[in-house]
C-alpha cells in the first residue's frame, strides 16, 4: 500500500496540499437573493468542494441544503425522484412506462400523519424547507438565471418540482432484504434440494431452512420479482440511445441482483478513550454501496441555533446519515435483519383466498404521463399484505410482496433525523427504537468518552416460520407485528475498549440474547472484513486517527487465508500450478495493486473455485441458478470435506484461473499483478448520449486499487473485466471532541458537474487512500475556505 501511496503524492500534493495549509490564493466571494430564505446566510465552500451553510434558523439550514444539493447535483436528485416516484416517462419517453408502473408498487401509501409522527418532532421543518430550497433553484434553472445541467440538455427534459411528501414516500432507494433470496432459495430446494441451496447460500446462526407447509417450491416463477428488480434497479438510459435496457427478469437478473447487493455492506467501529493515543473516543465509517459518479453521498455542515451537524449523506436527504452533532459521533452499516416476504396465493380472478373465504384484491389505477405521446393508464393490485408483483391468471396464482417499506416512518436513511440534536447514549437508544430502514449497525461516541452499538430497524415478528422461503398467503403466515423498543440488541461501552461491525452476523447468543427465538435475519455477510478490523483493533493499544485511516483502506484479507489454509499441503506435477502454489503459501494475504498472489487468489476463488464447488457439490439442474457460486459458502463447503474430495477440485480451478490469467496478463507470472486487473473506472449512465469528447469529460480514471469484497477496503469488481462495481462512496474518521482533526473523503467528488473542478478532485485521494481534513468550527473552516456565498431573501 505504501508504494501505491507515493506513487501519487505530487498528484495529492497538487491537489490537496497539506492538511492544515493555509490556502495561497484568494477566496471567491459572491452575493445573490433567493426567494424562499427567510433571513440572511452564509455558504462556505471549503477546497474540497464541501459547503458549510450558516443559517440564523434551522429551517434556513435546511432549505439552503436543499438549494445548495440541487447547485451540485441537480441531474442526479431529480433523477432520483422520478425513478422513485414512476415519472421517468414524463420526461424520457414511452420505453419508460413499464418501469414507472412498476416504481409505483412500491411508494408508500398509508397515512401521512402518521408518517411525519415516526420521524424527530422537527423532521417535518426539514423536508417542508429542504424541498423548498430545491425547488427555488429549479425555479432558477427554468428562469434561465442558472444554467440548465449538461444531462438534462442530452436528455431533451427539464428538472421537476418537488413536493415534500416525496423524499419521504420513496421508499425504494434503501437497502431492505430478503425477498430476492426466498425466490433463490425456493427454486435452488425445487432443483436440488436444500443441501444445494447451502452451496448458494451461508446460513449465520447455522440454520437448515424448513420448507413452509402448503408451498410448492417449484411454483414459484423465474420472472415473480420482475417488477420488483425493475421498480427499484437504476435507471438506464441506453433506450434513449437505440439500445436495451439489461433484462430484468429471470434467473440471471435474480443472481446478478443478489451479487450487486450482496457486495454493498459496510464498516465502522468505535474505540474507548482508554485505546487511544489522545485519551478520546475514535468513530470511523465508511459505507459501501456502488461507487460511480456522481457519488452516491454528499458530505455537508449545516450551523444554525438549535443545530450543527456535519457528515455525509443522501444528496437528495435533509440532513446527514453519519457524522457528528459537536456533543457526539454516529455511524451505520447494514445489519441483515428480514425485513421482506413473498406470499403465494391462490387466486380466482382478482380475489385471493384467505382464511377460508376469497377477499378481493385492492384495484388502484393511476396515469403516466408521457413525454411525446398520450399518457398511459395502469391499475396497480394489492392484497392485504402488499403489491402483488405477478399475476397468473390461468394457473390460479398470484404473488405479493410484504415488506416494512408498507409501514410509517420507513423512509431511508431518515431515521437518522432523531440523531442531529442526540447527545447522551438515552438519546441514542430512543433514536435506535424509532429507526426503520435499511436496518443497520448504529455505533456512537460521546465527548465525554461513552461508546456503544445498537442494532436499528424495524423488525417483523414471524411466530411461525423462519422467513427464508415464500409462504402461502392464505392467513396461515403473519407477521405479529413488530419486536418492542429495546428489543434488539446493544452494547454500551465494550470491555474489550472498541466495538466493530462489517455486515457481518453478530447478535449475540443465548443466554445474552434471545437470537434463536427472535430469528432476525440469517443471511450476513462473509465476516472477511470483521475479522481483519477486529484482528487490527485488539492489537492497536493505543489507536490513533491515521491507523483508522489505514483500516479503511487495509487490503488484507482473511478469506484469502481461509484458501490458504486449503492449498497448504498441496503440491502440483504441473510446473505453473507449482509455481502459483508457491506464490500462494509464501503470500501475507496482501491485496496490493503490485501483488501477483492477489491476482491469482482473486481470479480463483471468485471465479473458478466457487463454480467448481457448484458443479462438484449440486445436482446440474441447480448450476444455472447458483450460477458462479460465491466464495464463501465454496470455502466452507471445502473446509467439511475430506481431502480425496476436495484436492482435486482445488488443483482443477487453480489450473482454470491461471490459463484465464494467461489470457488477460501474458505467459509470465513474474509480470501478473492486481492492479493490471483491478481498476476503477466511473462512467455516468447518461455518457451513452454524449458524444466522445464529452463522454470522456464525464468519466473518470481508469487507476489501478488494490483490496477486494475480501477486504477491509472492500472493493468489489464484476467477473468480466474486473473493474470495480462497489466500495466505500465516502470515508470518515472523527476525532470525537477534537472535531476539527477529523477526516473524511469522497468520491469521485462532491459536484455532479463534469465540468467542475469538484467533480473528480476527491478521486485521486480516494484510490490512494488519502484524505482531507473535515472541520468543524467557524475559524477552522474559513481557513480552508475556497469560496463564500452570501445570500439573502428575495
Same mark, same amino acid.
Given at each position: ?18 492538511? $492544515? ?14 426567494? $424562499? ?19 440564523? #434558523? ?30 421517468? #416517462? ?32 422537527? $423532521? ?58 426466498? +425466490? ?60 436495451? /435496457? ?30 487511544? %493515543? ?6 470511523? =465509517? ?26 455525509? $449523506? ?55 404521463? @408521457? ?6 393508464? @395502469? ?65 456512537? /461516541? ?14 417483523? +415478528? ?38 466493530? !461491525? ?35 483493533? &485488539? ?34 506435477? =504441473? ?22 498472489? *492477489? *491476482? ?12 467448481? @464447488?457448484?458443479?462438484?457439490? !449440486? ?8 450460477? &458462479? ?41 513474474? !509480470? ?17 448520449? /454524449? ?7 464525464? #468519466? ?37 471532541? %477534537? ?37 468543524? !468550527? ?17
Amino acid at each position: 500500500m505504501r508504494g501505491r501511496i507515493m506513487g501519487w503524492a505530487a498528484l495529492l500534493a497538487a491537489l490537496a496540499g497539506p492538511a $492544515g495549509a493555509e490556502l495561497t490564493s484568494a477566496v471567491r466571494r459572491e452575493a445573490q437573493p433567493v426567494a $424562499g430564505l427567510q433571513q440572511p446566510a452564509e455558504i462556505l465552500v471549503d477546497r474540497w468542494g464541501v459547503p458549510h451553510i450558516y443559517a440564523k #434558523s434551522a429551517r434556513d439550514a435546511f432549505f439552503l441544503q436543499g438549494w445548495n444539493a440541487a447547485r451540485d447535483r441537480l441531474w442526479q436528485i431529480d433523477l432520483w425522484r422520478k425513478r422513485g416516484l414512476g415519472r421517468l #416517462s414524463a420526461s424520457l419517453g414511452p420505453a419508460y412506462v413499464e418501469q414507472d408502473r412498476a416504481a409505483r408498487l412500491f411508494l408508500y401509501r398509508g397515512d401521512m400523519a402518521a408518517e411525519w409522527a415516526a420521524y424527530d418532532p422537527v $423532521g417535518r421543518e426539514a423536508v417542508e424547507a429542504f424541498a423548498a430550497g430545491v425547488n427555488a433553484f429549479v425555479a432558477e434553472v427554468n428562469a434561465g438565471t442558472k444554467p440548465l445541467p449538461v444531462e438534462f440538455r442530452l436528455t431533451d427534459s427539464r428538472p421537476e418540482a418537488w413536493a415534500p411528501e416525496d423524499i419521504l414516500r420513496i421508499r425504494s432507494h434503501a437497502l431492505v432484504s430478503n425477498v430476492a433470496s426466498e +425466490v433463490a432459495r425456493a427454486r435452488t430446494v425445487c432443483a436440488g434440494g436444500l443441501a444445494a441451496d447451502a452451496v448458494r447460500r451461508r446460513l449465520e446462526p447455522e440454520h437448515t431452512p424448513q420448507v413452509p407447509r402448503g408451498l410448492d417450491p417449484c411454483e414459484i416463477p423465474a420472472d415473480v420479482l420482475k417488477d420488483y428488480l425493475l421498480g427499484t434497479g437504476p435507471v438506464s438510459l441506453a433506450p434513449l440511445a437505440g439500445g436495451k /435496457a439489461a433484462p430484468g427478469s429471470g434467473d440471471l437478473a435474480l443472481a446478478r441482483h443478489i451479487e450487486a447487493t450482496s457486495a454493498e455492506g459496510s464498516n465502522n467501529w468505535v474505540i474507548a478513550p482508554s485505546r487511544t %493515543a489522545t485519551g478520546r473516543p475514535i468513530l470511523a =465509517n465508511d459505507p459501501h454501496r456502488p461507487v460511480g459518479v456522481p457519488s452516491l453521498r454528499y458530505i455537508a455542515h449545516l450551523d444554525a441555533p438549535g443545530l450543527s451537524i456535519i457528515g455525509a $449523506g443522501e444528496p437528495a436527504l435533509p440532513g446527514v446519515s453519519l457524522g457528528h452533532n459537536g456533543q457526539a459521533a454516529f455511524g451505520l452499516t447494514i445489519f441483515y435483519i428480514d425485513q421482506e416476504d413473498l406470499y403465494v396465493y391462490e387466486t380466482r380472478g382478482d380475489a385471493y383466498r384467505y382464511r377460508g373465504g376469497w377477499e378481493p384484491m385492492r384495484v388502484v389505477r393511476e396515469t403516466i404521463p @408521457v413525454k411525446g405521446e398520450a399518457p398511459r393508464e @395502469v391499475e396497480l393490485r394489492f392484497t392485504r399484505h402488499g403489491p402483488v408483483l405477478k399475476q397468473d391468471v390461468d394457473k390460479g396464482r398470484a404473488f405479493a410482496l410484504r415488506t416494512i417499506w408498507n409501514e410509517p416512518g420507513l423512509a431511508g436513511y431518515y431515521g437518522s433525523s432523531r440523531l442531529w440534536r442526540a447527545k447522551t447514549w438515552s438519546d441514542f437508544q430512543a433514536a435506535r427504537d424509532r429507526w426503520g430502514a435499511p436496518p443497520l449497525n448504529l455505533v456512537w /461516541a460521546e465527548a465525554g468518552g461513552g461508546i456503544g452499538w445498537s442494532a436499528a430497524g424495524r423488525t417483523p +415478528v414471524r411466530p411461525n416460520w423462519d422467513g427464508l422461503m415464500p409462504v402461502p398467503g392464505d392467513g396461515r403466515y403473519e407477521w405479529n407485528g413488530f419486536l418492542a423498543d429495546g428489543g434488539l440488541p446493544a452494547v454500551r461501552n465494550p470491555a474489550e475498549g472498541f466495538f466493530a !461491525t462489517a455486515n457481518e452476523m453478530n447478535v449475540p447468543a443465548e443466554p445474552a440474547y434471545p437470537r434463536a427465538a427472535r430469528k432476525l435475519g440469517f443471511e450476513w455477510a462473509d465476516r472477511t472484513r470483521a475479522t481483519r478490523i477486529q484482528d487490527v483493533l &485488539a492489537a492497536t493499544p493505543k489507536a490513533t486517527l491515521a491507523d483508522s485511516m489505514a483500516l479503511q483502506t487495509d487490503d488484507v484479507s482473511a478469506q484469502a487465508r481461509r484458501g490458504q489454509a486449503l492449498l497448504a499441503p498441496l503440491a502440483s506435477d =504441473n510446473p505453473e500450478v507449482g509455481r502459483a502454489l508457491a506464490l500462494l503459501k509464501a503470500w501475507d494475504a496482501r491485496e496490493g495493486v503490485e501483488s501477483a498472489p *492477489a *491476482a491469482i487468489y482473486e481470479t480463483w476463488a471468485v471465479k473458478h473455485l466457487a463454480r467448481a @464447488v457448484v458443479r462438484a457439490a !449440486t445436482p446440474e439442474a441447480a448450476h444455472g441458478l447458483i450460477g &458462479a457460486g460465491a466464495p464463501d459458502p465454496a470455502l466452507l463447503w471445502l473446509e467439511r470435506q475430506p481431502r480425496k474430495v476436495r484436492d482435486p477440485i482445488l488443483l482443477a480451478s487453480l489450473r482454470a484461473a491461471l490459463d484465464e490469467l494467461k489470457g488477460r496478463l501474458g505467459p509470465n507470472m513474474a !509480470t501478473w499483478s492486481w492492479g493490471r486487473l483491478h481498476q476503477a473506472r466511473f462512467e455516468p449512465a447518461v455518457a451513452v448520449l /454524449a458524444d466522445p469528447q464529452l463522454a470522456e469529460q464525464m #468519466s473518470i480514471g481508469p487507476v489501478q486499487v488494490g483490496g477486494s469484497a475480501s477486504t477491509p477496503r472492500a472493493a468489489s469488481w464484476r467477473a468480466g473485466d474486473f473493474r470495480q462495481t462497489a466500495g466505500a462512496s465516502v470515508r470518515v474518521v472523527v476525532d470525537v471532541g %477534537a472535531w476539527d482533526n477529523s477526516m473524511a473523503v469522497n468520491t469521485p467528488g462532491q459536484s455532479g458537474d463534469p465540468f467542475s473542478p469538484h467533480y473528480r478532485d476527491l478521486f485521486p485521494l480516494w484510490a490512494a487512500g488519502s484524505y482531507f481534513p473535515l472541520r468543524f !468550527t467557524r475559524e477552522a473552516v474559513e481557513r480552508e475556505t475556497e469560496s463564500v456565498l452570501t445570500l439573502t431573501p428575495r
